[in-house]
């Protein structure tokens, strides 16, 4: 079992052969923090774990008892205002307007597997791979129940929590703040690592050592943001790719969060995950509930490269829809850089015919298709097709280009209407806004009010009209704007609080619908690149455009930063033109597709325009990449080490170890530069394997321990390795 209670102690033990989770039952009847780290062995008690000091000036529990003092103690999940200063994971205003609650101990149940929460993305078990614990808390004076809930997974390092709150009370209550989860930590010996960034430049590694007070990240923009990822890890200060403790947490949605630490005066460390308290409010009239999105949180002892793995192994075994975790992703080409909005049928066929020449296996139609859309100033919400660019209609288009041998996949940006539209002119009323106030513009359009259910109807039976003829195989739904003038009409002003969330619960609702009535559609999601590249998001869609920024260089920071919790299986990558059209950077195609191997690989640039020589190596890379697709899809990705920022090394190892794929990039030439090395990862130690690239063979541990000597740079005389923006690839072949 790897969930106990002791019930003499009142302890709780989850623990698997990785991590072990403490915590108990006070005597004032809350729950206490004991431990959460590395597996140790379970017993009867952990109490002594459980110190008390009395502290000058602290609030106590018992006036007989200096030393029972909420502000000192390690809690498991702390309301604020009996005695706590710091910031809480629950706060519920009452029906007098008070903001006090006091959760005490009712009872517990544990479970196989894993409970399903209605409308809400989560991780999923199928039965014998998890086990659940339920703690239900009960605040009698506003009768109101609180339930903690805990999987953990028998073969990961994972713990995901999530909690919920039910009104048993006749008086309404309102629901201020509700973590996913909350983490007394013993110390703050930790930096904080964070993913941050803004639109084509997402997901950059950042951090800082944690430092008294409040330190956080957070999104109050309806999405989850290119700005900070909903993700946030504490490693410790000597922890690197390889070797070290980190925790990472993540939550499993899409809309506002906020991710925290508090170190209090006695260096203990609050961590806090769960939607925004800021804006949110969500009351509760009798017998209704709330329950909170997925927290997910991974523990590793084996450096960052564990922890992402684990993630990865999670999202791929326990997240994305099954049909499509382990489903290699056809080659496709986009034509959105190579047309932008000026495209007619002919354009479109003369841009497959060249595609499917070359071996890509996917043709993808990217904004523009539909209404009167020549530029981005009209037609959003008016998803029928555009009859003066493709007078064939949509459907002739879509049979010929499946007739070439392709694939066909379409852009959608469901969430939102321009102005000019038949859509707005229809229904002003379903736009989100204040009404009488300005709202104000981005990308010249307007969000749709998704928490109403017949502005998701609508755009559900729009697109459902589209793809009600078969021929459409994959689906990128975008979303290119942010929310403002937050309020919708549908719902009472004392229900405001609800309108984010209630948001995010159509858009997942809307998916649903998609994805359960056309499972063989392969859906990316895509918010202005990466802009909501979430957890919440990988449930429905199994891929998301990782950012609209091509350019390899680029790449590098941001494909590195993402697959610190997302696979590679989950991360849009195309080889684009050059010079870039984000950053306007010369780069040379082996290196552009170096780089984009590395994710779902595609390409966004005008094949009808390439010359001989580039169709010949694209011709090529597209075999490439299709002999090690598996390896990259499914194998281990390991972010190896690297000293120094101008240069960045990736790796891949198949699960039996026997193939590797090694990228070593440099950036910027020096003058006369060191020789490179760095170690490799994961290999047998005891397997030879080939390099055909170099001729030569190698033993595991002589990769992993001396390590891979680089190409010699160029040094004014010598070296094989000359001028900016290089890669190279090598394959590593287990001989038999
Ligand atoms: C967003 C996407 C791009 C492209 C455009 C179309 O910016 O990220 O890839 O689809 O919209 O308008």
């Not at 779902?600 to 890379?621: H, M, P």
């Not at 590797?660 to 006369?672: D, E, G, Q």
Request: one cysteine or more.
């Amino acid at each position: 079992m790897p969930i106990q209670y002791h019930a003499s102690s009142k302890t709780f033990h989850l623990f698997n052969d990785e991590i072990s989770y403490i915590f108990m039952i006070l005597a004032n009847g809350e729950l206490g923090h004991l431990y959460y780290g590395k597996a140790i062995r379970d017993r009867e008690s952990f109490a002594h774990l459980f110190v008390l000091q009395a502290r000058a000036l602290a609030p106590v529990a018992y006036r007989d008892d200096l030393s029972f003092s909420l502000e000192v103690i390690k809690q498991e999940y702390p309301s604020y205002g009996t005695g706590d200063f710091r910031e809480p994971a629950v706060q519920i205003t009452t029906s007098i307007g008070d903001k006090i609650s006091h959760f005490i101990y009712k009872e517990h149940t544990m479970m196989e597997g894993k409970p399903r929460f209605d409308g809400l993305p989560a991780t999923f078990s199928d039965g014998g791979e998890a086990q659940t614990l339920a703690i239900t808390l009960y605040d009698e004076l506003i009768a109101c129940e609180l339930t903690l809930y805990y999987t953990i997974f028998h073969d990961l390092a994972v713990i995901t929590r999530s909690s919920r709150v039910e009104n048993k009370g006749a008086q309404p209550i309102k629901i201020d703040r509700l973590m996913s989860t909350s983490i007394d930590f013993y110390d703050n010996h930790f930096v904080m690592m964070q993913l941050d960034g803004a639109w084509s430049r997402e997901r950059h590694v950042q951090e800082r050592p944690l430092l008294n007070g409040i330190q956080a990240i957070s999104s109050a923009r309806g999405a989850s943001g290119a700005f900070h990822n909903p993700f946030l890890a504490l490693r410790r200060p000597q922890t690197t790719e390889s070797q070290g403790e980190v925790y990472g947490f993540t939550l499993v949605y899409s809309g506002n969060f906020l991710a925290q630490v508090e170190v209090d005066s006695y260096d203990v460390s609050r961590l806090l995950l769960g939607i925004h308290p800021f804006g949110f409010g969500w009351n509760l009239t009798t017998n209704e509930h709330f329950q909170s999105p997925e927290a997910v949180m991974v523990y590793s002892d084996g450096g960052l490269n564990q922890m992402s793995q684990t993630f990865h192994q999670l999202f791929q075994d326990h997240l994305m829809p099954k049909r499509w975790a382990r489903e290699l992703r056809p080659i496709l080409i986009n034509n959105w850089e190579a047309t932008y909005f000026d495209f007619d049928h002919h354009k479109i066929i003369a841009i497959a015919q060249q595609a499917k020449e070359v071996g890509i296996e996917l043709f993808v139609l990217d904004d523009g298709w539909f209404g009167h859309r020549d530029n981005d100033k009209s037609s959003l919400g008016d998803w029928f097709v555009h009859k003066e660019k493709l007078p064939q209609g949509l459907s002739a288009l879509a049979r010929e280009i499946k007739a070439l041998g392709l694939k066909f996949g379409l852009w959608f940006e469901p969430e939102m209407v321009n102005e000019v539209s038949k859509l707005y002119r229809m229904h002003p009323e379903w736009t989100i806004g204040v009404p009488n106030r300005h709202k104000t513009y981005s990308r010249h359009q307007y969000v749709l009010d998704f928490s109403q259910a017949v502005v998701v109807d609508t755009v559900f039976t729009m697109m459902d009209k589209i793809l009600a003829d078969g021929l459409i195989d994959y689906i990128k739904w975008d979303m290119n704007r942010n929310i403002t003038e937050a309020y919708s009409a549908s719902l009472p002003a004392d229900r405001q609080g609800e309108f984010f969330h209630r948001y995010i619960l159509g858009v997942y609702q809307l998916y649903d619908r998609l994805i359960t009535k056309y499972p063989n559609i392969l859906f990316e999601s895509c918010a202005s690149g990466g802009g909501r590249f979430d957890a919440g998001m990988l449930f429905y869609a199994p891929q998301a455009w990782t950012s609209d920024n091509m350019d390899p260089i680029e790449r590098l920071a941001i494909q590195h930063g993402t697959s610190m919790l997302y696979p590679l299986i989950s991360m849009g990558s195309h080889v684009p033109t050059s010079p870039n059209h984000q950053v306007d950077r010369h780069t040379s195609l082996a290196m552009r597709a170096s780089v984009a191997y590395f994710g779902t690989f595609g390409y966004e640039l005008d094949i009808t325009k390439i010359s001989a020589d580039e169709r010949t190596e694209i011709v090529r890379q597209i075999a490439f990449f299709k002999q090690w697709q598996s390896v990259i899809a499914l194998g281990k990705f390991y972010r190896l080490e690297s000293a120094d920022p101008n240069y960045y090394y990736w790796m891949v190892v198949s699960q039996d170890k026997e193939q590797a794929l090694v990228a070593s990039y440099k950036i910027l030439a020096r003058a006369n530069p060191a020789l490179k090395r760095f170690n490799l990862q994961g290999l047998n130690p005891n397997l030879l394997y080939y390099c055909p690239e170099r001729e030569l063979s190698y033993y595991g541990d002589e990769l992993m321990h001396v390590g891979w000597l680089s190409e010699p740079e160029f040094t004014g005389m010598s070296g094989t390795d000359k001028g900016d923006f290089t890669a190279r690839i090598y394959q590593l072949l287990a001989k038999k």
